[in-house]
């Protein structure tokens, strides 16, 4: 509303200042003119306002508007031959007034004397003389001034509808709407200039209220409510300042001599209004790269009307001080606009950042720079306006064939960092950064924020932190200066930044990077950010420091992303800090620079040249991983001798080479739909490209593992992998990580040792030794990523079904019900573990007595594995969730030793089969017998499976050193999934206690079958004590107290919680989805296999292949 008013007021002051007529848009009532007295020269009059006012609005023709001029100047001619006042030479305003009435206004419409006496103040700026009468030699001017005033108008007159609002730009011809408007601007400023010509003749000074006053008279004449007459009246206080300020002299005063500067500035002032009007607010939609155009125009005139405007002031100077008083006058205009000093103060800092100088005074010379900048912002916009889709994320990479797609990204980066780069070469002066902070909190209290949205200055002190520490890694200081040479690297690493998270958008976000298209951009941008990170150590290399970013910096940038809430949900700085240096100490670092003590302190080259050839590899095994389902049949699935077959002629790799090293397994390495290793299954199983992908990244994982943590190059080489040590020293740097995402607890010390115990006995490959080899570790990796996703499932069961006791505020100190936890188990065991179908289909055979209060098989196999897992019994008939969650990985463990050494596929170790195993635990029972004699271990480890338990009794020992170790022909080993149950947790409870478990012990009973009993002794005394209990916790914590037993009236205790027991669904098992196969092939060579592992692999693939 007020931009309107403005406007019209503009207007009417312009009509008025040119043709001394009556205001414009209010066509007052038509009036015959009286013949009478002076006959037919009068007769025009009635007509002149209504082609005013369509002259106003541009639709006048020019006859039209040369005939009012001419009646107008005939009427003051006839005025002065016919009429004659009191005085024979000179006429009163009421004379004149009179003259009017009678002629050119209604019969009933007077003029009254405030708007005579505002009228006559008037003529005196345009003609001169006095306020209270007219003389003949006055009437002449007059004349003559109607004249001139024909010839301005006619010159406007074409660019009236352009000055009043009503022109659009057409978008189709830009050069031609940009060349009407410029005429029209130049015809304007003519105007102006000829019109204070005129009146500086005449020597008359105009008090500024004079003219609000005569509107406000003019409307009361007809009888109208103008709301931009309230308007101009409201802004009279910024004129003022504007007028002292631009012009000079009394600020409600413009003095004769001022009238054609005062006029040229507000009718450019006023060009600059309608520039924004037609070419920014207004601009066609389809105008395109147009709009750059415009702008580029727009500013390039503001900056020369700027200029002019302070180089026409006496001093040649526009002084801080004389902005502020202007600014602070617009509160008058607009309560809510509230500028302080300190605004004023930090916008004069960018001024001089953008256009130089000081920041007390704009001078011409900085407007005429800033003209000179203009045309090369043009250029640099609109070359980013041809990516302005791609760069506000709005482009489909979809939409173009997938190497265009790329090729498009690429240059949109080039084109985005040389624009930054370019725009950082035009700044004028450093820039101290924090200013930002003092700037965006003076914008907030100008702009106060939305209710419940952060204000400028709350944003600018939650990022500024962020950009002071990437600001300090750029360009290698510690300040928050940045100087003038600093900006084109700034604003140019800032653009290639923003491009990778682009890149990373468009062609990885929301991608399987496992394969095909999300594979190929991630191939594409990991190169591409380390070349990135390369150029900026480059930089540093230049400036003569070393090539690193320091830890500090990258701890400091770590701490501003944590203060801002930019880091993912329970990260933090003091967690992820401490990891800066296993990062570019460890894992992105040679094994050779590490073990020749060469660590960076911080990050270097190196650590990109590892990232990119570690990344490398892992993208190798995917591309063999397509390829390979690529070829793969219908069934979707491929044995381990045919992708063994398949690497064979491939390229050289290591992460082939090590694919391979994991392929060889006795158990396949397969996973199912659900992301559970699948194992057990009589029938043929097949590795999916799910499996695959698994392994590679298993594989990547633990190669990275290897080459930061093993002391031994000859053991890195030949994947010998790491010791127990090592694998400590791993978890006491990857610990308070591990803590944080509440995966491990903050007291235990032993995660580590029973982590590399697992893989020793239980993985596949395990053999037992002092090493976690390469293969040992892919197969934990994978055991691991298994039993997560098993162990959500039963999670989600548990809540589903069971009253959960929370304690504290850790879900995995949540507690269940052991009876809920039994129950459970046997209601979802088919369908849950269906990835270990034989596995379910033994514990479907075994009686459970939970509803009768007894315990059976299932019940105390169950049991028997959660004391595995770590579960203490403490009388409270519960289970902590973080015992129950490790049960899945000791079912795991078992079906893999049971698959991996039952040949004949019956469920039951026999001889041959346990013996067989007995290499992987020797020397566990080593360490827990304390003896070294092979014959001895290997009768223990055979009695163990036998009895269920090792000797105890003085005559049971005495026939075990005299007999059993001596006739293995009495050794009837028929061990199933119970008794290894049993054994694996006495051996991982032995190794942990160091000679003290405790546990359960099988018994063979009557005709009632199999029961089991938990003796509550407990004994310390080396062997004695292992040899006389059964097993505790598969993961306890050295030093820890044994696991009370469970007797009977603990049991009885179970059910006290009185919860149902859900029933247990009939189950099939689940199917062995493979996923599909992928498109791509990539050609790749590798040595032939060994006859050997042919041989090892065709037994496990026989059926596979008959099939």
């Known amino acids: 509303m007020f931009s309107k008013s403005m406007t019209t007021a503009f207007l009417i ?235 000079g002299g009394d600020e409600r005063v413009v003095a004769a001599h001022e009238w054609r500067r005062f006029g040229l500035l507000g009718a450019r002032g006023y060009i600059q209004y309608l520039r924004y009007y037609y070419f920014i607010a207004n601009a066609p939609e389809d105008a395109g790269s147009n709009d750059v155009l415009y702008l580029a125009k727009s500013a390039d005139d503001l900056f020369s009307y700027l200029g002019d405007m302070v180089r026409e002031k006496p001093e040649g100077k526009f002084r801080k001080a004389e902005l502020l008083e202007i600014l602070e006058s617009l509160g008058g205009l607009f309560p809510n606009f509230k500028c302080t000093p300190a605004l004023v103060d930090e916008a004069m800092k960018v001024k001089q950042l953008l256009f130089g100088g000081n920041t007390d005074e704009f001078v011409p010379e900085e407007f005429d720079k800033a003209r000179g900048k203009v045309d090369a912002i043009r250029l640099m916009t609109e070359r ?181 809430d930019l880091l993912p949900d329970k990260f933090d700085a003091p967690t992820l800090n401490p990891l800066l240096k296993v990062l570019f100490q460890r894992f992105l670092l040679s094994p050779a620079s590490r073990l020749n003590g060469n660590l960076p302190q911080g990050l270097t080259t190196e650590a990109t040249k590892v990232l990119k050839s570690e990344f490398a590899l892992w993208a190798d095994g995917q591309s063999f991983v397509q390829s390979a389902f690529r070829q793969a049949p219908s069934r979707g699935g491929l044995t381990a001798t045919q992708l063994l077959h398949l690497i064979e002629g491939q390229k050289p790799s290591a992460a082939l080479k090590e694919m391979r090293l994991s392929l060889i397994s006795p158990v396949p390495l397969t996973f199912d739909s659900l992301g559970r290793w699948y194992m057990s299954d009589p029938r043929p199983i097949l590795y999916s490209r799910k499996s695959l992908d698994k392994i590679n990244l298993a594989r990547a994982l633990v190669r990275l593992v290897t080459n930061g943590y093993a002391q031994s190059m000859d053991r890195i080489r030949e994947y010998q992998g790491i010791t127990n040590g090592e694998a400590n020293a791993l978890y006491a740097d990857l610990k308070p990580f591990a803590v944080r995402l509440g995966l491990v607890e903050a007291s235990n010390t032993t995660f580590a040792d029973s982590r590399f115990r697992e893989a020793n006995l239980f993985s596949p490959h395990a053999n037992g030794d002092a090493l976690l080899s390469h293969r040992e570790g892919v197969d934990l990796v994978l055991l691991i990523m298994s039993g997560l996703e098993l162990g959500d499932s039963m999670e989600d069961a548990f809540k589903n079904n069971c009253n959960v006791t929370r304690v504290h505020s850790k879900a995995r100190d949540s507690k269940i019900s052991l009876l809920c936890y039994l129950n459970v188990y046997r209601s979802r065991f088919a369908t849950i573990f269906s990835s270990v179908p034989q596995f379910a289909a033994f514990m479907a055979k075994l009686p459970s007595g939970a509803a009768q209060n007894q315990m059976l098989e299932f019940d105390a196999m169950m049991i028997n594995i959660l004391k595995s897992a770590g579960w203490v019994d403490d009388q409270s008939g519960q289970a902590k969730f973080g015992d129950v969650g490790l049960v899945p990985h000791v079912i795991q463990y078992i079906e893999s030793v049971t698959v991996r050494f039952d040949e004949d596929k019956d469920g039951i170790l026999n001889k041959t089969e346990a013996l067989a195993a007995y290499p992987v635990f020797r020397e566990t029972l080593r360490v827990v017998a304390k003896n070294d004699n092979e014959k001895f271990l290997r009768g223990l480890f055979a009695y163990i499976l036998v009895k269920g338990r090792a000797p105890e009794s003085a005559g049971e020992k005495l026939y075990f050193v005299t007999k059993w170790i001596n006739d293995e022909s009495a050794w009837t080993i028929q061990a199933d999934r119970r008794q290894l149950a049993t054994v694996l947790g006495y051996i991982a409870d032995a190794i942990a206690k160091g000679g003290a478990p405790a546990g359960a012990t099988v018994q063979r009973t009557g005709s009632g079958g199999p029961r089991t009993r938990f003796p509550g002794s407990r004994f310390r005394d080396g062997v004695r004590d292992l040899l006389r209990n059964g097993p505790r916790a598969m993961h306890a914590p050295i030093g820890e107290p044994a696991a009370p037993a469970v007797d009977d009236v603990e049991w009885n205790g179970l059910f006290e919680s009185g919860e149902e027991i859900p029933a247990a669904p009939e189950s099939n098992g689940r199917e062995f989805q493979p996923t599909e196969a992928p498109e791509e092939n990539v050609n790749m060579q590798m040595p032939a296999l060994s006859q050997e592992e042919i041989n090892a692999l065709a037994a496990h693939d026989r059926d596979a292949e008959a099939e």
């Not at 002190?461 to 962020?466: G, R, S």
């Not at 190929?520 to 150590?537: M, Y």
């Open 13 to 247: 002051g312009t009509l008025v200042l040119t043709s001394c007529s009556l205001p414009v848009n209010e066509a007052p009532p038509k009036a015959d003119a009286p013949e009478a007295k002076l006959g037919f020269e009068s007769r025009c009059l009635k007509d002149s306002l209504p082609v005013l006012k369509d002259f106003v609005h541009g639709d006048a023709k020019a006859p039209q508007v040369e005939g009012v001029w001419n009646c107008f100047g005939s009427a003051i001619d006839l005025f002065y031959r016919k009429v004659r006042g009191g005085n024979r030479d000179e006429y009163t305003a009421r004379e004149l007034a009179r003259f009017f009435e009678d002629f050119f206004l209604d019969e009933n419409s007077k003029i009254s004397d405030p708007l005579l006496n505002e009228l006559m103040l008037l003529k005196q700026v345009f003609i001169g003389g006095s306020s209270e009468k007219v003389t003949r030699e006055e009437l002449r001017k007059l004349a003559s001034f109607a004249n001139d005033a024909r010839d301005l108008s006619l010159r406007v007159l074409p660019y009236m509808k352009i000055y009043s609002k009503g022109w659009a730009v057409g978008g189709k011809d830009i050069e031609g709407d940009i060349k009407f408007f410029e005429e029209a601007n130049q015809e304007i400023q003519v105007a102006a200039k000829r019109i204070g010509d005129r009146i500086a003749l005449n020597q008359k000074d105009y008090d500024l209220e004079n003219f609000a006053n005569l509107l406000e008279e003019l409307q009361k004449h007809f009888g109208e409510s103008w709301d931009f007459v309230a308007g101009i009246r409201k802004a009279l206080p910024l004129v003022y300042k504007l007028k002292k300020s631009l012009v």
């Open 384 to 564: 980013a306006y041809g990516y302005l889709d791609y760069y506000t994320q709005n482009w489909r990479a979809e939409n173009m064939a997938p190497e265009d797609a790329r090729k498009y990204a690429l240059e949109a980066e080039t084109a985005l960092v040389e624009i930054a780069a370019g725009l950082g070469k035009i700044l004028e002066t450093q820039y101290d950064l924090r200013d930002l902070s003092k700037l965006a909190h003076e914008i907030s209290r100008l702009l106060p924020p939305e209710p419940g949205q952060p204000s400028w200055g709350d944003s600018a002190d939650k990022y500024l932190p962020i950009l002071l520490a990437g600001k300090n890694i750029v360009v290698d200081d510690t300040n928050s200066v940045v100087l003038r040479h600093q900006w084109p690297s700034l604003l140019g690493t800032a653009g290639e930044l923003y491009s990778k998270f682009l890149y990373f958008t468009y062609f990885v976000k929301g991608r399987t990077i496992t394969e095909g298209a999300g594979l190929r951009g991630l191939s594409d941008l990991v190169p591409q950010v380390t070349a990135s990170v390369d150029r900026l150590l480059a930089l540093r290399t230049a400036r003569r420091t070393p090539a690193v970013i320091r830890f500090s910096e990258l701890e400091r940038l770590l701490t501003a992303l944590d203060k801002a």
